[in-house]
């Protein structure tokens, strides 16, 4: 998409969004800069909130301002890289990323610097680079245990070393559905186990076993003495006859 389209897609989409949701919003700025990742080539910042806060014992629309920007340079070359790139979805999913970056800075939440932390460290693990085991505990949180990062879904489930050896399979529940899969060898501290047979299309999803831990090793968690086993699996899932 030339530059000249993108920002008319770009600005129609942001006249679609209702005022009350763009209240502190300055205005929307297009421009041809594409911005790369400091540490990942292939990956780039498609648009940023820029907010100023001004002193005041309250967030409001009269403290809190934001101008959305868009780059275009970084679209273009994410293009390059995926054939099903699709520029008014991804532009779409970009203003209202950016949108509620600045609303939750009006309410002071921090939920979606949390999304964008978890995204940051599925990459970094995705790249077998070293990531926060954790990193899914940030995501959107679907239901109780339940956490989702994009198109990824994390089950948590929290076990013993003697409730696990004690185990053969592993019982997790999808979509109203109760499934079952061989229990793996390990446990580990975090093990994440993608499991196949259930999801369909892009939707993945991770039963995450995560071993119980004493307060003694939550305290050298915090204090980051503490050195997690994480392991990583893969099993077949089954429907449960219980």
Known sequence: MRFEDFEKTARAAY??????????????????????????????????????????????PDTTRSVIALYWGSFERLSRLNDAFNWKDEIWETLTHELRHHLESLAGDEALDAVDYAAEQTFRRDEGQEFDPWYFQ?????????????????????????????????????????????????????????????ARGTVS????????????DEARRMLATYRPVVLESKAIARRSRT
């Open 15 to 60: 006249h679609e969004i209702p005022e009350p949701f763009k209240e502190g919003i300055d205005g929307l700025v297009v421009s041809r800069e594409a911005i790369p990742h400091p540490e990942h080539p292939d990956v780039f910042t498609m648009g940023e909130c820029l907010t100023e806060e001004h002193v005041s014992d309250y967030g409001s």
């Open 205 to 216: 999803i991770e039963v995450v076993l995560v071993r119980k831990r004493s307060w003694w």
């Open 138 to 198: 940030s995501g959107e949180q679907v239901a109780q245990g339940a956490y989702r990062v994009e198109s990824s879904f994390y089950l948590e489930q929290l076990w013993t070393q003697a409730e696990f050896e004690g185990s053969t399979d592993i019982e997790f529940l999808w979509n109203d559905r109760l499934f079952v899969i061989d229990r793996p060898t390990e446990l580990g501290d975090v093990h994440f186990v993608w499991v196949e047979g259930v």
